[in-house]
């Protein structure tokens, strides 16, 4: 028998059962394992967007069906959103490829280097985030989720060759910092198809997080329109 039915078998045992209901109730009295791997432990919600900012995304999606392009998502994580965006693709017969980047490691040192010299951050906040990620743990989470139709690329975003995945129809650049969000915001504009979306999450005062308001709004100045932020922190490009 193998160590992995002999696993199943046993947390199948009233035994097993017993010994995981233990497990359970000493986390949630004791909160010492509030979350792990990216995950909330216990939490009945686990988007790192809110129900609003999430159905935006998919108004987005819908609105964009129909121009030419693929979907992508820069600063991924653990695939929360990935995986609710691919979902409602799928539910909607939204066939378009979805490719979601990320280091699978959290920030770039250069990057937050940035961030604490020139913008007077936290570095610790900054660098104890999305530290605790693999590309293949991102790969596993959407495939238990039953997802097998999102391409996963590891890498600097900033480094990355966006002609490589062609037209944009939608994109959601989630990087947090200001050098990789007004590196990238260009790429993914020039890139955008007519028609199509460009959100930027977090353009709004932060302690930390705010190098995407600073980038979005010197975009918009840049490009010539008025920016447009949206339930909270949304920032919106169009392209007509
Ligand atoms: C706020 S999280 C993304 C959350 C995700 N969109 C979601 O909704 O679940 C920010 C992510 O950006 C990634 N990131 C930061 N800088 C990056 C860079 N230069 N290239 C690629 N990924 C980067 C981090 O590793 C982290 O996973």
């Known amino acids: 028998m193998s160590l992995k039915s002999a696993g199943t078998m046993f947390l199948q045992s009233s035994v097993g059962r017993a010994a ?10 004791t909160g010492i394992i509030d979350g792990i791997f990216g995950r909330r432990v ?15 995304f998919t108004q987005c999606l819908s609105e964009a069906r129909d121009v030419p392009g693929c979907c992508v998502e820069v600063g991924c994580a653990y ?9 409602f693709m799928d539910e909607s017969g939204i066939t378009k490829d979805y490719y979601a980047i990320d280091t699978f490691r959290g920030f770039v040192q250069g990057q937050v280097d940035y961030e604490v010299e020139q913008r007077s951050k936290n570095r610790h906040g900054i660098t104890v985030s999305f530290v605790t990620n693999k590309k293949k743990w991102f790969d596993k989470s959407l495939k238990v989720a039953g997802i097998n139709s999102v391409w996963s690329i590891e890498c ?17 650049l989630d990087v947090d910092l200001y050098l990789p969000i007004i590196d ?22 932060h302690e930390l997080w705010d190098g995407a308001l600073v980038a979005y709004e010197e975009f918009a100045s840049r490009m010539n329109f008025e920016p447009k932020i949206v339930l909270d922190k949304i920032g919106v490009v169009r392209k007509s």
């Open 184 to 205: 990238i915001l260009p790429k993914l504009y020039r890139n955008l198809s007519a028609g199509g979306i460009l959100l930027i999450d977090d353009c709004k005062p």
């Open 42 to 56: 216990f939490s009945a919600y686990d988007y790192m967007f809110s129900p609003r900012q999430l159905i935006l």
């Open 20 to 29: 995981r209901t233990v497990c359970a109730e000493a986390l949630i009295s």
């Open 79 to 87: 695939g929360q959103t990935t995986g609710f965006l691919r979902k």
């Open 156 to 172: 600097d975003a900033t480094k990355f060759d966006f002609d490589r995945i062609g037209p944009i129809a939608f994109a959601l």
